[in-house]
């Protein structure tokens, strides 16, 4: 049966009336859970189970935003609290990469026990000197090299542990001088400069999932954010750095972006995202982005299945207990869960 080209939120931790009958006529393929939805891991497990309900597949994708240190949406006192990406530069280099893994792993554990199959983490995001700090310690680096090989790390745990992740924010928003929640960025490196921002992601193009920046990158397309222009999605996402995984937009309702709902969404479909993003569970704003979304389809269609592929039958045999003493072990006094 037919799905919508959309992840959406819901308003609270149960799932209104109202939202499931929204739901169950507009099958999105996925949700995304917040703070807001989150009480106890019965109650989150619960409402997972009501989403995959709602549109008739109990396997129906459920994303969080689950990276650690400030963007954290599980935490204390049900579930554990995990260091920001920078943290892992404290350890000896010989530890990074194993450390960073095994971080992922632990959280893929927690997120699959209450339902949620995709993770959008690892941050691929390379930090400019004077930046702004939406990214800062969420990025593994200052390096493209750094963030590169710690953030194919994290995605390969994630993934042994039954969890898609999400490569963010493709092509990169490491330079941008605003918090683009708030306003719309621009940044005019010139191309051979945001060459080294895209490197992270094409040693990660393999990965099945990634979401657009809503950044102006002014040496490719002066005129719109990345989310609503084809020719990054096509000639840098697509092309120059080869990603021919599933891609999502940030969230729709983003101060970066202008527009009523229904264009936004539309935009996104039109310049090549396979996926657009919702997550503040307002009705009338989603009713909006749906009547824009179309229907998943095509090469869209492929790459979704594609993903959901990626997933293991069965997640490798893991002690999260073990796991977890290993884990604050390494980092000692260099960082306190």
Same mark, same amino acid.
């Given at each position: 049966?037919?799905?919508?080209?959309?992840?959406?939120?819901?308003?609270?931790?149960?799932?209104?009336?109202?939202?499931?009958?929204?739901?169950?006529?507009?099958?999105?393929?996925?949700?995304?859970?917040?703070?807001?939805?989150?009480?106890?891991?019965?109650?989150?497990?619960?409402?997972?189970?009501?989403?995959?309900?709602?549109?008739?597949?109990?396997?129906?994708?459920?994303?969080?935003?689950?990276?650690?240190?400030?963007?954290?949406?599980?935490?204390?006192?049900?579930?554990?609290?995990?260091?920001?990406?920078?943290?892992?530069?404290?350890?000896?280099?010989?530890?990074?990469?194993?450390?960073?893994? $095994? @971080? !992922?792993?632990?959280?893929?554990? *927690?997120? %699959?026990?209450?339902?949620?199959?995709? =993770?959008? +983490?690892?941050?691929?995001?390379?930090?400019? $000197? @004077? !930046?702004?700090?939406?990214?800062? *310690?969420? %990025?593994?680096?200052?390096?493209?090299? =750094?963030? +590169?090989?710690?953030?194919?790390?994290?995605?390969? @745990?994630?993934?042994?542990?039954?969890?898609?992740?999400?490569?963010?924010?493709?092509?990169?928003?490491?330079?941008?001088?605003?918090?683009?929640?708030?306003?719309?960025?621009?940044?005019?490196?010139?191309?051979?400069?945001?060459?080294?921002?895209?490197?992270?992601?094409?040693?990660?193009?393999?990965?099945?999932?990634?979401?657009?920046?809503?950044?102006?990158?002014?040496?490719?397309?002066?005129?719109?954010?990345?989310?609503?222009?084809?020719?990054?999605?096509?000639?840098v996402i697509r092309g120059s750095i080869g990603f021919d995984g599933v891609l999502m937009t940030d969230d729709l309702s983003m101060k970066a972006l202008s527009g009523s709902f229904e264009t936004r969404a539309r935009r996104a479909r039109a310049a090549g995202c396979d996926l657009v993003l919702h997550c503040n569970g307002e009705m009338a704003e989603m009713k909006g982005v749906a009547a824009g979304a179309g229907a998943l389809d095509g090469q869209c269609l492929r790459r979704t299945e594609a993903a959901l592929a990626?997933?293991?039958?069965?997640?490798?045999?893991?002690?999260?207990?073990?796991?977890?003493?290993?884990?604050?072990?390494?980092?000692?006094?260099?960082?306190?869960?």
């Amino acid at each position: 049966m037919t799905r919508l080209a959309a992840i959406f939120g819901c308003a609270g931790p149960r799932l209104l009336p109202e939202e499931a009958a929204f739901f169950r006529d507009v099958r999105p393929w996925g949700f995304i859970v917040f703070r807001r939805n989150v009480e106890t891991p019965e109650q989150l497990r619960a409402l997972t189970e009501a989403l995959g309900a709602a549109v008739d597949d109990a396997d129906t994708p459920v994303l969080v935003d689950q990276e650690g240190g400030r963007v954290q949406r599980l935490g204390p006192p049900h579930w554990r609290r995990y260091p920001p990406a920078g943290a892992y530069r404290r350890l000896l280099p010989a530890q990074q990469q194993g450390m960073v893994r $095994l @971080g !992922a792993r632990l959280i893929a554990h *927690d997120l %699959a026990l209450v339902g949620i199959n995709v =993770d959008c +983490a690892p941050v691929l995001d390379v930090p400019a $000197l @004077g !930046a702004h700090d939406v990214i800062g *310690d969420r %990025a593994y680096g200052e390096a493209w090299m =750094d963030v +590169a090989a710690l953030g194919r790390a994290a995605a390969e @745990g994630l993934i042994a542990g039954g969890v898609l992740p999400v490569l963010k924010h493709i092509p990169g928003h490491g330079r941008a001088l605003a918090d683009s929640h708030e306003s719309l960025p621009l940044v005019d490196a010139p191309l051979a400069v945001l060459e080294r921002d895209f490197e992270p992601f094409r040693v990660c193009s393999d990965m099945p999932m990634a979401m657009t920046s809503h950044i102006v990158y002014a040496a490719i397309d002066p005129d719109n954010p990345a989310t609503l222009s084809s020719t990054v999605i096509h000639g840098v996402i697509r092309g120059s750095i080869g990603f021919d995984g599933v891609l999502m937009t940030d969230d729709l309702s983003m101060k970066a972006l202008s527009g009523s709902f229904e264009t936004r969404a539309r935009r996104a479909r039109a310049a090549g995202c396979d996926l657009v993003l919702h997550c503040n569970g307002e009705m009338a704003e989603m009713k909006g982005v749906a009547a824009g979304a179309g229907a998943l389809d095509g090469q869209c269609l492929r790459r979704t299945e594609a993903a959901l592929a990626r997933l293991p039958f069965a997640p490798e045999p893991f002690d999260p207990l073990e796991g977890w003493a290993r884990f604050t072990a390494a980092f000692g006094g260099l960082w306190a869960p």
